[in-house]
């Protein structure tokens, strides 16, 4: 089979808006030269467009016309390793995302344990930073919680009482389990995370997390977030003020 028609027939599966590599494309070293010949010609064609060098997506039609991939998945090479999970989005561009900002940002912040993103992709800059916990597929929407609440201060066009109640918003509507993963993972951050997550958490009547935020605590320690006694009056039993 030519290395043409095998790159049309693995392209022909791949879902309209889905980005991917030469890799995914099962392209063999030798017939590289040939795929990057066949690539082009898809792109000439708008089969296929080309999101950044060795990546390309599918464009999506809609009656707007085609549409570009999202952040997610443009930057889905960054985030995955061998199909497992290492880093996700975190920053403005989550804070967004969860209703926490109303702002959009081109600087792109991604979080991994073990490795460093810079890169631009159109004209997204990603730049790296640094995670608290081992990323997985099960753990990094968690982690942007407590990513949200560690740069609480930093959220931008920040309100206190829309931010605090979007927060409870999204906490409560967690699963108990990963409430309790939650409070788990936030004493591997800074102190001032468990500390406002303590806050949150007593604030909702949810006792049974409190323990574990406690043991990171320093009872002489304050934590300066500038949120009212009124909007959360717990803060003063966890040093926030």
């Given at each position: ?25 099962g ?18 064609t ?36 061998g ?88 906490i ?14 936030a004493?591997k ?9 303590g ?23 304050k ?5 009212p006694k ?5 803060i ?6």
């Amino acid at each position: 089979m030519k290395v043409s028609e095998k790159i049309n027939k693995k392209i022909a599966r791949v879902p309209d808006g889905d980005t991917f590599t030469y890799s995914q494309l099962g392209v063999e070293p030798q017939e590289f030269g040939a795929a990057a010949k066949a690539m082009g010609r898809l792109v000439k064609t708008g089969t296929v467009q080309r999101a950044s060098t060795g990546l390309f997506y599918k464009p999506k039609q809609t009656v707007f016309g085609s549409l570009k991939p999202n952040e997610e998945e443009l930057l889905k090479p960054y985030l995955f390793e061998g199909g497992s999970r290492v880093a996700y989005i975190t920053g403005p561009s989550l804070y967004n995302r969860l209703g926490l900002t109303t702002q959009l940002s081109n600087n792109i912040k991604v979080a991994s344990r073990d490795r460093r993103v810079i890169a631009a992709i159109g004209n997204l800059k990603i730049t790296p930073v640094k995670s608290y916990v081992d990323v997985t597929n099960d753990n990094f929407g968690l982690l942007g919680i407590l990513d949200a609440i560690k740069d609480f201060k930093k959220i931008p066009d920040r309100d206190h009482e829309r931010t605090v109640k979007r927060l409870a918003e999204i906490i409560g509507a967690l699963k108990d389990s990963d409430k309790e993963r939650l409070a788990r993972y936030a004493v591997k951050y800074p102190p001032r995370v468990p500390a406002l997550l303590g806050a949150l958490l007593e604030n909702m009547k949810e006792q049974k997390y409190l323990g574990t935020l406690k043991e990171k605590m320093n009872p002489l320690t304050k934590y300066a977030y500038g949120i009212p006694k009124q909007l959360l009056p717990t803060i003063t039993l966890w040093g926030i003020e």
